[in-house]
């Protein structure tokens, strides 16, 4: 028999309670520190600004803007 226990957990334990967006730009930010690690261990000569990925402002901001009202409907979910 399966315990299910864990899904009244709403401290993080079990991901059905967790930010997802918040969760996915940790990751996401994780991820691309590692590669860029990498990359500059295969070779010591790749700078900072090679590695740089230049997004638009307008993406910028609509990225700042998802993230926040993904993040109010996670708090509102929540309270």
Do not use: W
Request: proline share 1%; with cysteine.
């Amino acid at each position: 028999m399966t315990d299910y226990a864990h899904f009244g957990n709403h401290e993080g334990k079990c991901k059905l309670y967790d930010n997802t967006e918040e969760r996915h730009a940790t990751e996401v930010e994780a991820a691309e520190k590692a590669a860029r690690a990498k990359l500059r261990e295969q070779d010591p000569t790749i700078t900072e600004q090679d590695l740089q990925i230049n997004f638009s402002d307008r993406i910028q901001q609509e990225e700042r803007r998802r993230l926040q009202k993904a993040t109010q409907e996670f708090d509102n979910r929540n309270r």
